[in-house]
């Protein structure tokens, strides 16, 4: 099966005005990416689970600087879809949208976007157009030491399992869900660094 990539990374550039602070590539440090076993914050320990998705937070500028995103960064839907679903995680809201995709099983693609803060008016049975923004990224700092990020997960789920029964249990379930690379869905261009990065350097400085 082909799906066609999303320009989720056009959207999000542009909505953002990344552009304009000279945004040249996403750069993914150790325990950022799909399947990774390693956090990416605090003391890069090992994760419950394997990373169920893929983390934007860093990107390189045209001079080579290494920047962050923000709080209240606009997330933008991967593809057209109907919001599935919403609930509270760990850092803010999980927001599932099932798209007009499915695989050889009938199961459904979804994207799945984690510690959000969704914009008003979002519930659940609405329908959204590629590009259109879903939420914004909430402010962590206030549960742990993390920055900023839009988490992006990627999955195929049975058309029948009940959507207000969606957890990230569920997710992690290999019985019920098969979890894809989301960068194999998203046109973009990105760097991968070798190197662990202390998340604590890019923290404002304290008063």
């Known amino acids: 099966m082909t799906i066609e990539k999303s320009r989720f990374h056009q959207f999000i550039i542009k909505q953002n005005n990344f552009d304009r602070l000279g945004f040249e590539n996403w750069v ?34 045209t001079t080579g600087g290494i920047r962050t995103i923000g709080y209240k ?48 008016g979002l519930n659940t049975g609405d329908m959204v157009s590629e590009g259109n923004i879903l939420a914004t990224t909430a402010n962590v700092r206030e549960h742990a030491r993390i920055l900023p990020h839009v988490h992006i997960t990627v999955a195929w789920i049975p058309v029948s399992f009940p959507h207000e029964r969606l957890t990230w249990k569920m997710i992690n379930a290999p019985q019920i869900t098969t979890l894809c690379n989301p960068l194999e869905f998203i046109d973009c261009k990105f760097t991968v660094e070798r190197e662990w990065v202390d998340p604590e350097d890019y923290f404002p400085a304290k008063d």
């Open 28 to 61: 993914f440090y150790p325990g950022m990416l799909f399947n990774d076993h390693h956090k990416w914050w605090s003391d890069a320990g090992i994760r419950r689970q394997p990373h169920e998705g893929v983390d934007f937070c860093f990107y390189r500028d």
């Open 73 to 120: 960064t606009k997330i933008p839907a991967l593809y057209d879809g109907r919001v599935a679903h919403i609930h509270d995680d760990f850092l803010g809201k999980s927001i599932y949208v099932q798209h007009n995709t499915y695989d050889e099983r009938g199961h459904a693609l979804f994207t799945i976007y984690g510690h959000t803060i969704p914009v008003n």
